[in-house]
Nanobody
Framework: QVQLVESGGGLVQPGGSLRLSCAAS????????RGWFRQAPGKQRELVAF???????NYADAVKGRFTISGDNAKNTVYLQMNSLKPEDTAVYYC????????WGQGTQVTVSS
């Protein structure tokens, strides 16, 4: 059974930064595509950033240049560094791992507000 546990969300002012973490158990992140999605109230869940199983990274246009996805294979953890946050980044952020045991985390709330 795969478990993905996110942490690092919270309330931040516009222009601030947060780092989200997603720790996996039951499967190795590095063997699968993995990344972050988000869902704002009343909107569909959307891709934020993703690392393919081959290590290719993709970002949504809305976050390019501000967000950075990375991974620590030793810790079996994937991170999302979010800088220059905007109110429109407010959402629940979900970690996702693809593959035969595709799994979602429980989500962590990010609120950008003054």
């Amino acid at each position: 059974q795969v478990q993905l546990v996110e942490s690092g969300g919270g309330l931040v002012q516009p222009g601030g930064s947060l780092r989200l973490s997603c720790a996996a158990s039951g499967s190795r992140f590095s063997r699968n595509a993995r990344g972050w999605f988000r869902q704002a109230p009343g909107k569909q869940r959307e891709l934020v950033a993703f690392i393919s199983s081959g290590g290719v990274i993709n970002y949504a246009d809305a976050v390019k240049g501000r967000f950075t996805i990375s991974g620590d294979n030793a810790k079996n953890t994937v991170y999302l560094q979010m800088n220059s946050l905007k109110p429109e980044d407010t959402a629940v952020y979900y970690c996702y791992m693809a593959g035969p045991l595709a799994s979602w985390g429980q989500g962590t709330q990010v609120t950008v507000s003054s």
